[in-house]
């Protein structure tokens, strides 16, 4: 879900950009699909239902400790506790991936960043100290993604001002639009949108995102990653 990674002020201008056979239901949970000949019937709780060629699910990840032995050690959120080799409180037993939280960011310890980069990252992490290696997570996670959704490009990294409202920090947040490209190559329908978030007291950049009609532009986001 994009409320993750992007707060209103980016997402509000995706939405300006969707076409008109697209619908999105917003604050609903899904109970039940049912294939209608060449249709499908979508009901959410509280009966709402409606016919549509496709359905596309936005689900919110959670860990899956189904098989998880029940002296393992969890935290609130059921994801699993780890040290910084991924090794849980039973020596030969180890978590990865959508499992564990990992340091994220320069003001917060761990959080839980179900992407596959942090799969890859923590498998690794796992493997090495499996084979007598000591590799730990160096640096912390800034979470940084990039998409396209109705041909414009976005990306995000850090936190997002709503993530800073619950964490209970005080920022500051710019955002700043772009509508013309270069005088060299003039472009039609150029769009740039960059928002900033940094603390308000120590002035740490904390997050950014933006929105583009030009895929390369995208890379911006890189630059913010080095803070």
């Given at each position: 879900?994009l409320?993750?990674y992007?707060?209103?002020?980016?997402t509000?201008?995706l939405m300006k950009y969707?076409?008109?056979?697209i619908?999105?239901l917003?604050?609903?949970?899904l109970k039940?699909t049912?294939r209608?000949?060449?249709q499908?019937?979508?009901?959410?709780?509280g009966?709402e239902?409606?016919?549509?060629?496709?359905a596309?699910?936005?689900?919110n990840p959670?860990?899956n400790i189904?098989i998880?032995?029940k002296?393992?050690?969890?935290d609130?959120?059921n994801s699993i506790l780890?040290?910084?080799?991924?090794?849980?409180?039973?020596p030969?037993?180890y978590?990865?991936?959508?499992l564990?939280?990992?340091?994220f960011?320069?003001?917060?310890?761990?959080?839980y960043l179900?992407?596959?980069?942090?799969a890859h990252?923590?498998?690794r992490?796992?493997?090495?100290h499996?084979t007598?290696?000591?590799?730990?997570?160096?640096?912390?996670s800034?979470r940084?993604?990039?998409?396209?959704?109705?041909n414009l490009?976005?990306?995000?990294?850090?936190?997002?001002?709503?993530?800073?409202i619950?964490?209970g920090?005080a920022v500051t947040?710019?955002t700043k639009t772009l509508?013309?490209?270069s005088?060299i190559?003039?472009?039609?329908d150029?769009?740039l949108?960059?928002?900033i978030?940094y603390d308000?007291?120590?002035h740490?950049?904390?997050g950014?995102?933006l929105?583009?009609?030009?895929e390369?532009?995208?890379?911006?986001?890189?630059?913010?990653t080095?803070?």
């Amino acid at each position: 879900p994009l409320f993750r990674y992007f707060d209103t002020t980016i997402t509000d201008v995706l939405m300006k950009y969707k076409p008109e056979n697209i619908q999105f239901l917003f604050n609903k949970t899904l109970k039940s699909t049912q294939r209608m000949q060449k249709q499908i019937k979508v009901t959410t709780f509280g009966e709402e239902s409606f016919l549509t060629d496709s359905a596309v699910l936005a689900l919110n990840p959670r860990p899956n400790i189904t098989i998880i032995p029940k002296e393992i050690y969890l935290d609130a959120d059921n994801s699993i506790l780890v040290n910084d080799h991924m090794q849980t409180n039973s020596p030969d037993i180890y978590a990865i991936g959508d499992l564990v939280k990992i340091p994220f960011g320069p003001e917060i310890d761990r959080a839980y960043l179900p992407l596959i980069s942090m799969a890859h990252r923590t498998a690794r992490i796992a493997a090495f100290h499996i084979t007598k290696h000591n590799i730990t997570i160096s640096k912390p996670s800034q979470r940084t993604i990039a998409t396209k959704i109705f041909n414009l490009f976005l990306a995000s990294c850090g936190i997002t001002y709503e993530e800073s409202i619950l964490l209970g920090i005080a920022v500051t947040e710019v955002t700043k639009t772009l509508n013309y490209y270069s005088p060299i190559y003039p472009k039609t329908d150029f769009l740039l949108k960059i928002k900033i978030i940094y603390d308000t007291t120590s002035h740490v950049l904390l997050g950014a995102q933006l929105i583009t009609t030009e895929e390369k532009l995208v890379s911006l986001i890189n630059i913010f990653t080095q803070f």
